[in-house]
């Protein structure tokens, strides 16, 4: 026959002091809880001077990580620290492409006379860092982590003419002419627009400058016509016409004409192809004793709610850390500035005034668990409470069985 439980004589200075040590646990295991962060999803839109991340090498059967977005148009281009470089020169005595060997210093530039699409595909791990120039123009820097002699690859595809430019390149003896046989000099040269001139680059760090070919943005106005009898609205329609004042109404019989300016559209153009894998971004340097942000703006979004969106003050400091890689949503060329949108479970999210003041922007466990499964923790609070206090009764002898 089971004995029933028996229950010690005690004072009411142990039943107080044992109340006070389960109090004391569970407010360690809260305490645990809330300052403790979990990782959440988080979508990042940050406006920036200059944003910098490593790019994971691509992943089998893949052979390379095309980096540009392939509506991407540009009306010249620029290579320095390339190793190779092939095309084919229209005016070369000989048929057919020839291969020119570049030193660190030796820079190719392309023009063409109409926008052309320039194409660069990694085929290694890679850090690469972005910074634009005024509206229309910006530069990508890589630096190959372990790279094979072909870290990256890039190709210019284009249905009309192009000017190739060199200057540092020592040319072959075919090619050179008396006014630019040795490596100082530049040389100019028509290229065959079929096939494509190709660049190739290894282990040296490399430079990659754009002149982006902007959208056309043209002025628009919306048209209406009224009816002045009913006040009905016959036909809607929109123009290309630049209407200097907001509003203009323009009598017409027995209607009116109500035309209205629009405002106009953005004038972005995507610079990286979407959902790039990504880590490590970057958003600020640091020189010795000073701190510089490149941040003009942005915001943190938290999609699952457990937090209020953060809006990112202009020259604040953030810091994105993880194991896992982000998805680089976008990347745009916007007014002179750099906008992306990074979507990822980091497992660290600091912002702050300087980069000593940072804070954690990530969610405790405690919201995370308020947020998600409220159920389940009040019934495990309560369960840990009952277990504690009972098994704290039985430690010190007052419940015995």
């Known amino acids: ?17 044992a109340l006070g040590l389960v109090v004391v646990f569970t407010s360690l295991a809260i305490l645990l809880l809330v300052f403790n962060h979990k990782s959440t999803v988080v979508e990042l839109t940050i406006t920036t001077k200059q944003a910098a991340f490593t790019v994971p090498p691509p992943r089998p059967p893949e052979t390379a990580t095309l980096l540009l977005d392939k509506t991407l148009k540009a ?61 229309d123009r ?29 200057r540092d390149v020592l040319l072959p003896s075919h090619l050179a002419s008396p006014a630019n046989h040795t490596r100082q000099e530049s040389a100019e040269f028509a290229v065959a627009s079929v096939p494509p001139i190709s660049i190739t680059g290894g282990r040296q760090e490399a430079e990659f400058g754009l002149h982006v070919a902007l959208p056309e943005v043209e002025p628009s106005t919306l048209l209406q016509e009224v009816d002045l009898a009913s006040g009905i609205v016959l036909s809607t329609k929109r123009v290309p016409v630049a209407l200097p004042q907001d509003h203009m109404i323009l009598p017409l019989g027995n209607r009116l004409i109500v035309l209205t300016k629009q405002p106009e559209d953005e004038n972005a153009v995507a610079l ?32 699952a709610k457990e937090k209020a969106t953060v809006e990112i003050e202009r020259d604040f400091f953030l810091d994105v850390a993880g194991s896992e890689p982000l998805k680089l949503k976008s990347m745009r060329l916007k007014r002179g500035a750099v906008e992306l949108v990074l979507w990822g479970k980091p497992s660290s999210l600091k912002l702050g005034p300087t980069v000593g003041l940072m804070t954690e922007l990530l969610p405790s466990f405690f919201i995370w668990l308020y947020t998600h499964q409220l159920g389940a923790l009040v019934f495990t609070t309560l369960g840990w409470v009952v277990t504690a206090s009972l098994a704290l009764l039985k430690l010190i002898g007052w419940l015995k069985s």
């Open 1 to 17: 026959m089971n004995k029933k439980p028996q229950i010690s004589s005690f004072s009411p200075k142990r039943l107080l002091a």
């Open 75 to 135: 009306h010249a281009a620029q290579w320095k620290g390339a190793e190779a470089l092939m095309a084919s020169f229209t005016n070369s005595a000989a048929r057919g492409q020839d291969t020119l060997a570049l030193t660190a210093d030796g820079v190719v530039g392309v023009n063409g006379d109409q926008p052309f699409r320039p194409v660069l595909k990694l085929r290694g791990q890679a850090h690469v860092a972005v910074q634009p120039h005024r509206a």
């Open 138 to 166: 910006v530069m990508i820097r890589l630096k190959q982590d372990g790279a094979q002699p072909s870290g990256w690859q890039s190709a210019v595809d284009a249905s009309g003419a192009l000017q190739l430019k060199l």
């Open 272 to 303: 990286f192809e979407a959902n790039l894998n990504v880590r490590a971004p970057e958003f600020y340097r640091l020189s010795g004793f000073q701190e510089e942000s490149f941040i003009v703006g942005g915001r943190i979004r938290f999609p």
